[in-house]
């Protein structure tokens, strides 16, 4: 087909019928397109040009007489007309004055006359031929459906709500000039119609959305070529409408830019008010399907992140806060699906806790017999470990967040335990299953134990060691927001208190004199910060300070990890001896002193076995005389210093030897108690402190001064290690001097590395160096562990400022160091408290220790029910007075004849005697008031087992029938809510 066929086929059938569009054999014109509605005449040109008197004149001689034309034109079908119309944006829009208007509504066809004077062949032929007419343009089509379906609507608003037949879109065709009448029928003259119509629907003026717009917009230039069109036949008034509706369409569109550049302006402003704030919000905006943002969630300033997060994923799955979404997902990660089956979670872990008596958590460690206990009896390799569980906030339980960390407590036993309950989905994401995994520490304390318990227990042996020589260390680690700081908090104003107090009273007792001095700084990566100088954030220095017998004092600056040297002095005599004397070496301890000993050689040890030997009596002094080495001596110094009852000078010894004393460095400069190498804080601010009083406030200004930020977890997170320490020197009455140290450090919140994920690249650094301090920890304090079984142990204490300056504790047999583990309960961090537990347990080397109990899946609801009744749980009480169908009682509401019958029930008739003896006014709340000692003398005959055991037993039915009773408190919640039934 060539380009004059492929035209031909575009040429409509009635131009066909009248020859018009044949360019074959027929001498058949070809219609341009073009210049038929370009025409003069159809644009209704009044003047014309040249051309169009020139076609005007060949019209004049050519075209058929008008009434038969007209005729041709009513034979052909309006759609074909349509079918073959030329695209409509291709023809020039020219905008018709009024004079044309008028003219043109005599006769509605009048404009397309012209288009039969184009089938003149000779003007047409010398024209260039024109592209043939494009397709109909479906979406131009629907286009103008809806425009002329928006017509309509304001038509029919406007005729009072009834659509005017004439407003169909057949009869207001976009090319077939519709008669002045019908247009005019149209109010277009009402200001609603166009902003009107589109204000209803879009029920604002918010920006459409793109692809409206572009709808919009194809629209709007499809209603103006087809405005043109009705403009052309429809006279002033359309005209004067279409101005309007223009105007109206600028104004809305006006309104529309406005109202984002004021969007974007109040964005703007949002943004450099608070530069976190689009970060949070960018976080909250990251929980799926979640609405939330931190602002919505109250108090979110104070509020920790990750809570504001869980907090919104919560909202979302109780389909809270009007939220019409509910959470469908079914793969879940693990603490969103902790959370989303706590109840189930709950029953399960409850269960568990009530199969064991031990679990009780309102009276662990209140008791007298853990005092003392816990620090002397309980250390494991040398270090005590505790465990502090922290309440479950409120926050935390509103979220439906759950307690998962039980502590089981016995006096009778060499430790404690704590279980924590891990509670994940099988990979089936159906099956819940229950993971108790158990640590082994010192002592444990639940969420009862106060801030006392805890000083008894940790820190009042702790002080009362170092008042009399000793180097004490307690050190808090933990996760973030498990409550270091609190506890520490509370140990240093305990402790504090209890200083003064010791003081006084040794004062009063001995007339001693006490010098107290406070240092104060915080250790953030690899710089020493002083916290309470003169001059905020001085620099501090770790230095070692070398104390050698016979030796001036050397002191070794450590640069960094390694660096500078250590010179150690001799103890020695003239004649270049070492002296010292053992008062008992079979009192000298194991471990690390028999390893010192061993350093010298076997040489050495054996020159004092005979010494003592010969030495004769126990308890009478040796000389030991060795050859001065720097080893030796050392270790000497050491020894002396640590062990000040079992070596010592003796001044009689060493006048008949002819050996002056004062030159025994031992005995001066350290003399019984001086540490041999001490750890100095060169640049830190040391202060006196002469009350109780003055030393609160030195450590409250120089918290003041620490590094805190808000993290993810805790709203003020402490990101530095503190490190206060508190040095006592003694003098005696006879001039004698003994250096207490007690070091507390508050260490920064150990985190996780997918919490450090949202931080920027400086807090992601400070996140690295924290636990690499806490790291180089673990590994000294193991070590240190481990020299009883290798002596010869490489203690890695250079490797971390933190350590550097915990040497003395590292190094000296007689330091004490207890870590305080502090965990949080709820579910969501069960990750983190595993793993403090388990760095815990690694630091003492019981992470062999470590148990998990089998995996047992979680029941449901009404199997728990089902089973718990088969136990027969809670029949001790029997059921209520009041009517309350199973209800039972709890045992401190017990009467007497209840409680009677439960201890003539109970474990087989094991309290039996004690139900012989309780007399008419014991009821269940007499026998829960009292305390095992209390209970062993009223009740038990003196037997402390009897009683333990009936005190456990009575709370572990307490506990179980509390269990019960919150079941059934649940089971009528769930049944007025009309939720599942558990
Ligand atoms: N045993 C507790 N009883 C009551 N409230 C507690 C307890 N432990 C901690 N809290 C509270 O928990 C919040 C966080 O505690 P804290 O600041 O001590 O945590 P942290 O472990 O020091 O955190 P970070 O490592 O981030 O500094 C505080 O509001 C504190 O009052």
Redesign the pocket.
């Known amino acids: 087909m060539n380009r004059r066929q492929l035209h031909q086929s575009h040429v409509p059938d009635w131009a066909r019928t009248q020859n018009l569009g044949s360019n074959g054999g027929g001498g058949g014109t070809l219609v341009d397109w073009e210049d038929m509605f370009n025409s003069p005449e159809r644009k209704g040109g009044g003047g014309g040009t040249p051309r169009a008197d020139e076609q005007q004149q060949q019209q004049q001689q050519e075209e058929p007489p008008e009434d038969a034309f007209f005729a041709l034109l009513r034979q052909d079908d309006e759609s074909k007309f349509m079918e073959n119309r030329p695209k409509p944006q291709k023809a020039p829009r020219r905008r018709p004055t009024h004079q044309q208007h008028s003219s043109s509504s005599s006769n509605q066809y009048s404009n397309i006359k012209p288009k039969v004077s184009t089938s003149r062949p000779n003007v047409i032929r010398k024209k260039k031929q024109p592209p043939p007419p494009p397709p109909i343009n479906k979406a131009q089509q629907e286009c103008d459906d809806a425009f002329f379906g928006m017509l309509r609507g304001s038509g029919g608003a406007a005729g009072g709500g009834s659509k005017k037949p004439d407003m169909q879109l057949g009869a207001v065709s976009p090319r077939i000039p519709t008669p002045r009448s019908s247009v005019e029928s149209v109010d277009l003259s009402r200001p609603t119609s166009s902003s009107s119509m589109r204000n209803s629907r879009e029920g604002s003026l918010a920006a459409p959305p793109a692809g409206r717009r572009r709808r919009e917009k194809k629209t709007s230039s499809v209603r103006n070529s087809h405005d043109d069109m009705v403009i052309s036949s429809g006279g002033q008034g359309a005209f004067q409408d279409q101005a309007y509706l223009d105007k109206v369409i600028e104004d809305d569109k006006k309104k529309w830019e406005a109202m984002q550049r004021k969007k974007e302006k109040e964005n703007k402003s949002k943004r450099a008010k608070g530069s976190r704030a689009p970060t949070t919000m960018k976080r909250s905006s990251s929980i799926p399907g979640s609405k939330a943002t931190a602002a919505d969630v109250p108090g979110s300033k104070k509020m920790p992140l990750s809570v504001q997060r869980v907090q919104a994923k919560m909202d979302l799955n109780q389909n809270g806060g009007g939220g019409e979404q509910k959470d469908t997902r079914r793969n879940l990660d693990k603490r969103t699906a902790r959370l989303r089956h706590a109840p189930h979670f709950m029953a399960a872990v409850k269960h568990y806790r009530s199969l064991n008596p031990l679990f009780n958590s309102n009276h662990n460690h209140r008791d007298q017999l853990y005092f003392d206990n816990a620090m002397t009896n309980r250390s494991i390799n040398g270090v005590s470990v505790f465990v502090?569980k922290?309440?479950l906030?409120n926050y935390e339980q509103k979220r439906m967040d759950y307690d998962v960390v039980s502590v089981a407590s016995d006096s009778n036993a060499n430790f404690d335990s704590v279980i924590v309950h891990n509670c994940v989905m099988h990979p089936d994401m159906k099956k819940m299953l229950h993971k108790p995994t158990k640590y082994k520490c010192s002592a444990a304390f639940d969420?009862f134990a106060s801030n006392d318990d805890i000083f008894n227990n940790v820190g009042r042996p702790m002080v009362e060691k170092c008042l009399s020589g000793s180097i004490g260390t307690i050190l808090?680690y933990?996760?973030?927001?498990?409550?270091?700081?609190?506890?520490m908090t509370a140990i240093e104003e305990r402790a504090t208190a209890a200083l003064f107090d010791l003081i006084q009273n040794e004062e009063e007792a001995r007339g001693e004199d006490f010098t107290v001095t406070l240092k104060f700084i915080e250790l953030a990566g690899k710089k020493a910060v002083d916290l309470l100088g003169r001059k905020q954030g001085a620099a501090v220095k770790i230095v070692d300070k070398m104390m050698g017998m016979g030796h001036p004092v050397n002191e070794a600056e450590e640069e960094g990890a390694g660096g500078g040297g250590e010179e150690v002095g001799g103890a020695s005599n003239d004649s270049g001896e070492s002296l010292l004397l053992v008062n008992n070496l079979s009192n000298l301890p194991t471990g690390r002193v028999r390893a010192d000993f061993e350093n010298f050689g076997v040489q050495k040890m054996i020159e004092m076995e005979k010494s003592l030997a010969m030495g004769g009596d126990e308890g009478s002094y040796v000389l030991i005389q060795m050859t001065s080495s720097d080893a030796a001596s050392m270790a000497m110094a050491g020894l002396a210093c640590e062990y000040p009852d079992m070596l010592r000078v003796d001044k009689h010894y060493c006048a008949g030897l002819g050996v002056d004393p004062s030159e025994l460095r031992v005995a001066k400069n350290g003399g019984d108690n001086g540490p041999v190498v001490t750890v100095q804080w060169k640049g830190a601010a040391e202060l006196e402190v002469t009350s109780t009083e003055q030393m609160l406030k030195y450590i409250s200004v120089g918290k003041s001064r620490r590094a805190?930020e808000a993290?993810d977890?805790?709203g003020?997170?402490?990101r530095s290690h503190a490190v206060l320490q508190i040095t006592l020197l003694r003098k005696g009455d006879r001039g004698e001097e003994r250096r207490g140290v007690l070091t507390l450090i508050?260490c920064?919140?150990s985190e996780r590395r997918n919490d450090s994920l949202y931080h920027d690249k400086a807090r992601q650094k400070e996140s690295a160096e924290i636990n690499n301090s806490l790291w180089a920890l673990k590994n000294c304090i193991r070590a240190r562990c481990e020299i009883l079984e290798k002596p010869n142990t490489f203690i890695p204490y250079r490797s971390s400022l933190l350590t550097r300056v915990l040497r003395e504790s590292f190094e000296r047999d007689s330091a004490l160091l207890s870590i305080i583990a502090?965990a949080a309960p709820n579910a969501t961090d069960t990750e983190h408290t595993m793993e403090t537990l388990k760095t815990v347990s690694t630091i003492v080397g019981t992470e062999k220790d470590v148990e998990e109990i089998t995996t047992q899946q979680v029941m449901q609801a009404h199997e728990l029910q089902e089973m718990l009744v088969a136990q027969g749980q809670g029949g001790g009480g029997g059921k209520s007075k009041s009517g309350g169908g199973n209800t039972v009682v709890m045992p401190i509401k017990w009467s007497h004849e209840q409680l009677k019958r439960w201890l003539t029930k109970a474990r087989g008739g094991e309290f039996q005697q004690v139900a012989r003896r309780i007399v008419k006014s014991d009821t269940g709340k007499t026998i829960m008031a009292q305390t095992i000692p209390k209970l062993e003398h009223s009740l038990c005959e003196k037997d402390s087992i009897l009683a333990t055991s009936l005190y456990n037993n009575l709370r572990g039915e307490s506990d179980k029938i509390a269990k019960i009773l919150l079941k059934e408190r649940m089971a009528r919640k769930a049944n007025a809510k009309g939720m599942e039934a558990y």
């Open positions: 502090r922290r309440p906030f969420q808090m933990g996760q973030t927001g498990s409550g270091k700081t609190y506890t805190t993290t977890v805790n003020t997170s402490s508050d920064a919140g502090t």
